[in-house]
């Protein structure tokens, strides 16, 4: 007889359970947003089910809850997806009055077929083609953003939060020690939860904006990565509630203050000898390295609208604001949008510093990805190295989220890699989003306009 699930727990869920008993599981996906989706029930209930079923149209809706009548037959039947935990990625929720378990679930058809649009499936699918190659990507994620005071009144503006010392956290204080203490409290949450969850943080640090943080992740599979940055979002705005406080993963929260990034370092091993295949034997870069970072120079501004998917997302891109505006490269230059970061020849890696904190971690890792391994795969050469600031040369990056989706449209070898009935589901979304936002009046047209033309 099959043992029950939750005999299969990992190690980690299991050493902080002890002697607690267990009330309830929370079966959960991503949706294509990154937004939390399942069901919740009680362990009793789980040991006894094999799968879990939810109607496929969660997958049809825009990050406002709306519905988007889309490009695929028999829509609104919304027939059943199929959820199979997968146990190996079970993880308590320490912050919840009930001891309470989350589990993230493969997403099947009726046939048992991954469906091809829920993103984690998205992400798989690159995996698998790296593979194919005998090829193992690996990645590590940054994870950026804010601590606000509470925003009740989204025609306010956002406002940080208030430190121990009762003042507003004001100041830009790069890895200033005296800032992150400022709200200490919150921060010595987020290390327990992931303690808790078995999570390993590999820095914490004040980043250029008021209440900025930066956590950054410790490298290794990127379906793994892309899971912690998932259920990472969650916990980190559990802490801050815990606080009476606000965290958000906006790219561009503020008018005054830097954009929080997704930042992810990318390098690649062979899966038989373990070897990073951006160096050569002589200890230097590899085709592969110059031919990955080809790859992105040439589809990340054709993929962007996976890596800042809203309309806010493009405020970040401001030159001088801490954000690239195109993809040139360079050795430890932070002004690019392709940085080769300091270290030894065995580790190196390609960090990207293109995507927004608000993208799917599963669709912008894999849009990611992507790109590179079309850069392998077409041989493809990148500019040369850049010397000196990327802001003095041109823009290469969209001013706005249906310019994205334009080039993005335009990209039938993306579409070849990441899916297509994906990314006809993803565009179809992604415009819906960005027209329902021109119908909004802005207060800066009302301040301005109303009594000025």
Known sequence: MLKKPSTRFPKALQDWLGSKKIEEVECVISDIAGVVRGKAMPLSKFD????????????????????????????WTENDM?????????????????????????????DGNPIEIV??????????????KGWDPIVAP?????????????????????????RKVASRQAYSMAAVDEYGRVIDDIYDFAEAQGFEIDTINQEGGAGQIEINLVHGDP?????????????IREAAFKRDCFATFMAKPMQEEPGSAMHIHQSICDLDSGQNIFVNKKGEPSKYFYNFLGGQQEYLPKA?????????????????????????????NRTTGLRIPISSSNNLRIENRVGGMDCNPYLGIAASLACGLLGIKKKLKPREALAGEAY??????PHGLIEGLELFNEAPELEMVLGK???????SLKRYEAESFLQVISPWEREHLLLNV
Do not use: H
């Open 421 to 427: 009935t994906f990314c006809s589901i993803y565009r």
């Open 304 to 332: 962007i609208c996976l890596l800042a998917p809203y309309v806010n997302s493009y405020r970040r891109y401001v030159a001088t604001g801490s954000a690239p505006i195109n993809l040139e490269w360079a050795r430890d």
């Open 223 to 235: 379906l793994k990565l892309a899971d912690q940055v998932f259920f990472f979002n969650r916990m």
């Open 119 to 132: 993103p984690r499936n998205v992400l798989k699918r690159i995996i698998n083609l790296y593979k194919q």
């Open 48 to 75: 006894r089910l094999e799968n879990v079923y939810m109607p496929s149209s969660i997958l049809y809706q825009t990050i406002s809850g709306d519905y988007v009548d889309l490009p695929i037959p028999n829509q």
């Open 392 to 397: 003095t040369m041109p823009r290469a990056l």
């Open 82 to 110: 199929v959820l199979t935990p997968d146990i190996s990625t079970a993880i308590c929720s320490p912050w919840a009055d009930d001891i309470t378990v989350q589990v993230i679930c493969d997403v099947l058809d009726l």
């Open 142 to 166: 940054e994870i950026e953003f804010y601590l606000t005071k509470p925003n009740l009144d989204p025609s306010l503006p956002i406002e940080p939060m208030l430190g121990r010392t009762g």
